[in-house]
């Protein structure tokens, strides 16, 4: 069966930092993946998606970046982080129509 | 371009009372359309899916859905709540015509079951 790990969990990050966050998915080949950011509990912004090694679609411009080095791996990131990136990061591949998400990470600025 | 609606933030309901999640979308081909559940701190669990056939469709712990193409609805059905029942729940649609790889997110629905 299919799994997609997330990490770290929590990260507290002061403002001005770089970012990585990392996440892998088992048990599936060549999957679409995808980076979302909730905020304060609620909807969900689609930031990133990928087909495929070294293929991203940017949703929203802004102070992130993503890249998949690898078929199962996508990873987010940023130079600087600013206050505004606080929130939990979520990320999901594409099974036969629906999503799976992984556990998520709640990213702290300060 | 795709959209979803949940005209409700929160929905509170007695536990055994049947529940209703509402949901309106729009999208220029077919829909495909989704119910997910959200539990604190936790990724989204999917619950069910619209894509063909029946328009009622039965999902997970008894949830259910019927998609209305006329009303451009999808509302999220059970007919005896729990109280652990208790979560966030979101609608998505995505244009099934365009093969498209992005999926819209509604703002999420509150759902409170009381003892």
């Known amino acids: 069966s299919q799994t997609i790990h997330q990490w770290p969990a929590t990260l507290v990050q002061p403002v001005g930092s770089p970012l990585s966050l990392e996440c892998t998915v088992e048990?599936?080949?060549?999957?679409?993946l995808y980076w979302y950011r909730q905020a304060a509990g609620r909807g969900l912004q689609l930031l990133f998606y990928?087909?495929?090694?070294?293929?991203i679609s940017s949703e929203v411009p802004q102070n992130l970046s993503a890249s998949r080095p690898q078929d199962r791996q996508f990873i987010l990131s940023s130079k600087k982080l600013l206050l505004s990136d606080s929130g939990f990061y979520l990320c999901?591949?594409?099974?036969?129509?629906?999503?799976?998400f992984g556990p998520g990470t709640r990213l702290t600025v300060t | 371009a795709q959209s979803v609606a949940q005209p409700e933030d929160q929905v509170n309901v007695a536990e055994g009372n049947p529940l209703t999640v509402k949901c309106t979308y729009s999208?220029?081909?077919?829909?495909?359309l989704f119910w997910y559940v959200q539990y604190p701190n936790r990724g989204l669990q999917f619950l069910l899916k619209y894509i063909t056939g029946d328009n009622l469709v039965k999902g997970s712990y008894g949830f259910e859905a019927e998609f209305n193409k006329s009303q451009t609805s999808f509302h999220l059905k059970k007919p005896s709540a729990l109280v652990s029942d208790s979560a966030l729940y979101f609608c998505a649609v995505r244009d099934g015509n365009t093969g498209g790889f992005k999926t819209i997110f509604g703002a999420g629905t509150r759902l409170f079951v009381k003892a």
């Open positions: 999901a591949w594409r099974g036969k129509g629906e999503q799976y």
């Open positions: 999208v220029s081909g077919n829909p495909y």
């Open positions: 990928s087909v495929g090694i070294g293929q």
């Open positions: 048990g599936t080949s060549n999957p679409n």
